[in-house]
């Protein structure tokens, strides 16, 4: 054998590479370096270099020999070089010796996200690889030992069972009504998704000096921590840590200096405990809960598991607010109904803004006749005279009471049967704790009964006015704790309306990321030489790609509007408003519809609170997207309007001159009964827990408050437009946008198959047909579902496959699949997504999808497999 062959000449500069040039190799089955065959000196020089976890089993024994990328999957193992390859991987043989045996015979195997175990000094660490497992051989072509190639993806692995944990965790609170339910979901499914050994949510008393566990969940024979504990059990520097918010990581509290000796040894002795992620939740400045997690084993806890306990612990709190918040609304309701009902000798009852009766007391059905169910809702004048009617009283009566605090009188009424009796009242204003007015209470007596008992009357004429005075003052403190309770339940519902963006966001993000991600695999390839000699540019890559992956955690992140406030009018440009919110509503539209605006130019400026505008408008936008059948239709619109007649209903806005923004849709309209409650505060009809009855009651409101109005023009089964009026601020003038929009540049490419790429993203379009003319194939470019079976008109026969984004406005991809079959049955067709929702796929194959951001290989992998079996063989064409 020449000397050239020798080990000596084994090219590498890493630690293994010194490793492997001082080993005694003659002590083993391969014999001394210098007489190494140049095969096996070959491919452990190309090993060395490499960066991916590579591992030989050359000869016999397979002998194993491994280079630096590969040595941290080994972990603590002893040093594996120069050992059996069996030795080194004792692990469940009846899997990995068919593998061996495979690759010996000549078959390699490939094994995707493959979970290992791996040990470290003082904890195991899961990690997730896809590996390669292939036969090596030597200059005559005789398999003489294996290869053993490895990519890690625990990232991705990790990102994606977080994404499927937050849907089911999300879907599981949603309906829950009992604080005590919603912690104990909450704990088990956490303690699945960590493989924890229990886990508690532990909510702080107000002194702070004791936490309680209502619920928790338990693995095994783990005692349970239900029950009231001091806080000074966690020991005074992990309390300390605790106030700031901060996560608290103990992987061995034996091992840990933060916990004191005697504490670790009470928590060992309380089930064995030997490490616990403790995430703290600091509200209105002091520590109101924490969720913790806990094991019997030392284990070392990871950025991903603390943040997944801190999402869980942030969701846990505030659907354990929402439904005590909920509680307490219908407790508020039971205690005024019960108040009202108990004061028998008036007739009391309560009026909202508009005059219309909201609560109607037992004493005024004795008085009046009417029960309450055929008053609620009716405007209270019901009970006046028709002279009083044409004369205005009634609004005469809350002017007065809303200006100088009561509206004393004596006037005829009138009662069901259309008799006539005089009439004590007294109305006075009802206002919240900022005295905002928020209606009016009405109290009526007989004057006649009055008269037969005047001197009893006279005797109690101060315990009646104190009792009233009381019962006043009870009325206030209820009414302005469900003015509270309520402001909690629209700011929730806020929160929620924001959630539904997560599908469009998700699908926006992975677009912008499929770019990134494919235009760096781009310059990997097209500046290979340039990156083997300069190492700076190769790091300069790597640092972008490692950002694109965590970009990739971001797509199931939200944008929460959470802020309370007053109104803050200003004179705003309402077009340049709308304009800004496209990309958002967009994203809110989830690809199910198509948003269309039409802006009207010279558009008056608006006298409104930007802010709150914009969320009526996406509430309006979401509202109209759930009525709304896919594929359809739903317009934004700006108008100037001039109104000169009175308002027909009490929403409509008064005469004058307004800025109006309507959002219409073609969805299944509203019947006339629906519309006359559309405006009532937690009407809804929408299933159970899919809506709050809060968000055309807010819309409402919202324009009333701002000096405009609502109308809502529809039709049962042909849609429905709500139209939001707003004061026009005088002196200035806004002006509409023209939308750019942005050519589309089909690329081309010669090749013998043919490649017809569908997807309404021009930059996703553009690199992914410029990744698919570089490996030979010719690509043409269609940007929506209707220009795509244009493109099948024309030239189906010589199309070999459709590869197509499935979330597009107009027509989705299955919509667009079913048509291409209907043109073309034997037409093969991939889908490229980066729609959150996957229930959308479950009747396609994973075959037949490729996920955003992807691949390089995995999409040509996926194309060749598709092709393989379908495409046509024809003559190669030239550019």
């Known amino acids: 054998m020449p000397a050239s062959a020798g080990g000596g000449f084994i090219a590498g500069s890493g630690e293994m590479a010194q490793c492997i040039r001082e080993f005694d190799w003659a002590a083993s089955p391969l014999g001394p370096s210098d007489q190494w065959s140049g095969s096996l000196c070959t491919l452990v020089s190309m090993m060395l270099e490499s960066e991916l976890p590579i591992a030989l089993g050359w000869g016999p024994e397979l002998t194993c020999i491994y280079n630096d990328a590969y040595r941290p999957l080994l972990g603590s193992r002893p040093e594996a070089l120069g050992r059996p390859f069996r030795d080194v991987w004792p692990e469940a043989p009846d899997i990995t010796e068919p593998v061996i045996q495979r690759a010996l015979e000549g078959t390699p195997s490939c094994f995707r996200d493959a979970r290992f175990l791996i040990e470290r000094q003082t904890f195991r660490e899961v990690a997730y690889y896809d590996y390669w497992i292939g036969p090596v051989r030597d200059e005559s072509g005789r398999v003489t030992g294996l290869v053993n190639e490895a990519i890690q993806t625990t990232q991705r692995v990790l990102a994606e069972r977080r994404l499927r944990f937050r849907t089911r965790l999300g879907d599981a609170l949603r309906d829950l009504t009992d604080p005590r339910d919603v912690m104990a979901v909450a704990a088990r499914r956490l303690g699945w998704h960590l493989r924890a050994d229990r886990v508690g949510y532990c909510e702080v008393d107000d002194t702070g000096e004791y936490f309680t566990v209502e619920r ?290 998700a699908h926006d993000f992975n677009n912008l990321l499929t770019v990134i991600t494919g235009n760096i695999s781009m310059l990997e390839r097209v500046c290979a030489e340039k990156l083997e000699s300069d190492p700076r540019i190769r790091q300069r890559l790597t640092f972008m790609k490692d950002a694109a992956s965590r970009g990739a955690k971001l797509t199931a992140q939200l944008l929460a509007f959470s802020r309370r406030q007053r109104l803050e009018a200003k004179a705003v440009d309402l077009n340049g408003i709308v304009a800004g919110m496209r990309d958002l509503l967009q994203s809110s539209m989830g690809g199910s519809v198509q948003l269309t605006m039409r802006l009207q130019p010279g558009l008056w400026a608006a006298l409104v609170d930007p802010t709150q505008i914009e969320l009526v408008i996406l509430n309006l936008a979401i509202n109209a997207r759930d009525a709304s059948p896919v594929g359809s239709e739903l317009i934004v619109e700006t108008a100037n309007v001039a109104l000169r007649d009175p308002a027909s209903r009490p929403e409509e806005p008064a005469p004058g001159d307004y800025v109006m923004v309507a959002v219409t849709d073609h969805g299944s309209g509203m019947t006339p009964e629906v519309l006359a409650r559309a405006f009532e505060p937690f009407f809804t009809t929408k299933e159970v827990g899919k809506g709050s009855g809060l968000g055309l009651a807010q819309v409402y409101g919202f324009a009333k408050q701002s000096g405009g109005g609502v109308r809502i023009d529809t039709r049962p089964g042909e849609g429905t437009s709500v139209k939001v009026y707003l004061p026009r601020a005088a002196g200035a003038t806004a002006h509409a946008e023209e939308a750019a929009s942005t050519p589309v540049h089909p690329a081309g490419g010669a090749s013998r198959q043919r490649i017809l790429l569908v997807d309404d993203d021009t930059d996703v379009r553009e690199v992914t047909a410029a990744i698919l003319a570089e490996r030979g194939y010719e690509v043409i470019e269609a940007g929506s579902g209707g220009s795509a079976l244009d493109v099948l008109d024309r030239q189906g026969g010589e199309v070999d496959l459709m590869l197509m984004d499935y979330a597009m406005p107009g027509m989705n991809g299955s919509e667009v699949a079913r048509e291409a079959h209907a043109k073309r049955p034997s037409l093969p067709i991939l889908f490229l997504t980066g729609y959150a929702d996957f229930g959308a796929f479950r009747d396609i194959g994973d075959d037949r999808i490729v996920s955003k951001p992807f691949r390089d290989e995995d999409l040509l992998a996926k194309v060749r497999n598709m092709i393989g079996a379908n495409g046509r063989d024809r003559p190669a064409r030239h550019a």
Not at 241 to 262: M, Q, S
Not at 424 to 444: C, E, I, W
Not at 483 to 488: D, G, K, L
Request: proline fraction near 3%; charge should be neutral; charged fraction near 30%.
């Open 216 to 505: 928790d969940w338990l693995r095994g024979d783990m005692p349970s921590a239900v029950g009231r504990h001091r806080l000074s059990e966690l020991g005074p520097r992990l309390i300390a840590e605790a106030l700031t918010g901060v996560a608290i990581r103990v992987d061995d509290p034996f091992d840990d200096p933060r916990v004191e000796p005697e504490v670790a040894k009470a928590h060992h002795a309380l089930g064995g405990l030997r490490a616990s992620l403790t995430v703290p939740l600091v509200k209105g400045g002091r520590l109101a809960a924490f969720l913790s997690v806990q094991q019997r084993e030392p284990r070392h806890w990871t950025d991903e598991d603390e943040a997944v306990v801190r999402e869980v612990a942030e969701r846990t709190w505030a659907n354990v607010e929402r439904a005590r918040a909920e509680a307490a609304l219908r407790a508020t309701s039971n205690r005024l109904k019960l108040i009202l009902e108990s004061t028998t000798g008036y007739g009391i009852l309560t009026l909202d803004l508009e005059g219309r009766i909201t609560l109607w007391n037992p004493g005024a059905q004795r008085l009046l006749g009417w029960r309450e169910d055929e008053v609620l809702g009716q405007r209270v004048d019901i009970i006046f005279t028709p002279e009083d009617r044409s004369q205005g009283v009634l609004e005469e009566e809350m002017r007065c009471a809303a200006e100088t605090g009561r509206a004393q009188y004596d006037r005829q009424r009138v009662r069901k049967d259309g008799s006539r009796f005089f009439s004590s009242g007294l109305m006075m204003p009802l206002r919240n704790g900022g005295g905002r007015l928020l209606g009016y209470l009405k109290v009526l007596r007989d004057r006649t009964l009055e008269q037969q008992a005047q001197e009893t009357l006279e005797r109690g004429v101060a315990e009646r006015t104190a009792e009233l005075a009381a019962t006043n003052r009870q009325l206030l403190a209820q009414i302005e704790e469900r003015e509270r309770v309520e402001a909690t339940l629209r700011q929730m519902q806020r929160l929620e309306a924001v959630g539904q963006l997560t599908s469009g966001v």
